[in-house]
């Protein structure tokens, strides 16, 4: 197999041929392993690609956007160079890896995680002015940091657009937006953007669901009809049936209900962007990034709110619980009150005698009173010197960490025994109790400590 000759590049053979051109694996002489794409020129707008480059290039990209290594638009052959990301199997043979091979096999937790990444990577591009055309899952690539899935974007504004003469529009065809499809001149026009929010609103339920929301298998069954013996003949798009079969689906359907209130969001963010009215649809990516944002605001401040108003409910209960308490006792009281009374009506046979019992019980009642509120001064000062032994003891091992002295010189046994003492006791309260921050620096204490 002759491999073509890329200056500076050693090719070792085909990774895949797409649309725009076939994509081979090249190496280089200070090493490293590169993605070649050699460019079909009648399916490439060289001006608008080589245009996308100079503007993303004005500004550093985030990492979701794989970076361009070498370009040439007006050499022969033309082609593009990038990091090559995949896997050898075990026959040698390279596997890029890319979220086309991963969808409806990662959690929906994940898969959220990942989009609202590309949908960032987007909107960098939009703000650039940067139209992507071509956006699938074959075009996300991904590596694996720390055990997550990081996307790479690539192969931006190599799509279905103005100026581009020849192109297979086969696997393309689900993720066009209805008007890219028919009109891709008005990409001119500022509509790349729009068809942008629609390509990854079939990317989002897709890599969610392992299924595309439209028109499912059009393309195989055009084809079918147009070249019944596979002989290879162009694909011709008959706009007028495109969008009839596209506009018998107008409703999303998702496969199983969301899991949480969040995820109802974000489906609703991606039901807008597949709005077949392009009017109707967001402007651009950095509409579905803010979306996004907003969701995962709300859904962090119901988790804060939540455990707040578990904290707050925990409190209560201790709250009721001491006044249950001091209740109970006072009932006591005036049960005792009231059955000294009784017998002492009974015992009384004159007036003036159940007028002294009578004042003796006025007595009682007021003492008993006087208890009660000797009880919770005690109880306020209890947890007054509970406060302060707390803070001594946090102060304690302040100054022990910040002091360069030895531990000897700075606490006895005994006051290191108390203090251990006193976490562990917290410590073993807390065990069953709701995490809290207080908890948090116990638990943080007595590891110091010990």
């Not at 200070?30 to 079909?40: F, R, T, W």
């Not at 595309?212 to 011709?236: E, N, S």
């Not at 609703?268 to 907003?294: A, H, N, Y």
Request: charged share 30%.
């Amino acid at each position: 197999m002759n491999l073509p000759k890329i200056e500076g590049y050693k090719l070792r053979g085909v990774l895949g041929t797409g649309s725009c051109g076939t994509v081979y694996l090249g190496e280089r002489a200070e090493g490293g392993m590169y993605a070649i794409k050699l460019l079909a020129s009648l399916a490439v707008n060289r001006d608008v690609l080589g245009l996308s480059f100079v503007r993303i290039g004005r500004k550093a990209r985030p990492a979701t956007i794989l970076d361009v290594i070498e370009y040439d638009l007006v050499g022969s052959p033309q082609f593009i160079a990038m990091p090559f990301l995949g896997e050898f199997g075990t026959d040698g043979v390279p596997v890029p890896a890319s979220f086309g091979s991963l969808c409806g096999s990662i959690p929906e937790s994940e898969a959220w995680e990942v989009l609202g990444k590309i949908a960032s990577g987007m909107a960098f591009l939009h703000r650039e002015g940067v139209a992507h055309c071509n956006l699938s899952p074959s075009n996300i690539l991904y590596v694996k940091e720390r055990g997550r899935l990081e996307p790479r974007i690539v192969d931006i504004s190599l799509g279905w657009l103005g100026g581009v003469h020849r192109m297979d529009l086969d696997p393309l065809l689900p993720y066009l937006a209805p008007e890219q499809a028919i009109t891709p001149d008005d990409f001119f026009k500022g509509a790349g953007l729009r068809w942008d929010v629609y390509a990854f609103g079939v990317l989002a339920y897709e890599l969610i669901t392992g299924r595309l929301p439209r028109i499912a298998g059009y393309a195989k069954r055009v084809r079918d009809q147009q070249d019944p013996h596979g002989v290879g003949l162009p694909f011709v798009l008959d706009a007028e049936d495109f969008l009839l079969k596209v506009e018998e689906e107008q409703d999303i359907q998702w496969p199983w209900q969301a899991a949480s209130h969040g995820d109802a969001r974000r489906r609703k963010v991606i039901e807008e962007c597949l709005r077949i009215d392009p009017q109707k649809r967001w402007v651009d990516l950095r509409e579905v990034e803010r979306e996004f944002v907003t969701v995962e605001n709300e859904a962090l401040s119901a988790q804060l709110d939540s455990k707040a108003r578990h904290e707050k409910r925990r409190q209560r209960d201790k709250l009721v619980k001491t006044r249950i308490f001091s209740i109970s006792a006072c009932f006591g009281m005036v049960a005792a009150g009231g059955y000294g009374v009784h017998l002492a009506n009974e015992l009384a046979a004159e007036r003036e005698q159940r007028v002294i019992e009578e004042s003796r019980l006025r007595d009682i009642i007021a003492e008993r009173d006087q208890k009660l509120a000797r009880l919770r001064g005690e109880l306020e000062e209890a947890q007054q010197s509970f406060k302060q032994a707390r803070d001594q003891t946090d102060g304690l091992i302040v100054s022990f960490l910040d002091s360069s002295e030895e531990i000897e010189r700075i606490l006895e046994g005994r006051q290191l025994e108390g203090a251990l003492d006193f976490y562990e006791q917290r410590v073993a309260a807390a065990a069953t109790e709701t995490i809290t921050a207080v908890s948090i620096q116990d638990f943080y204490n007595l590891a110091l400590l010990r």
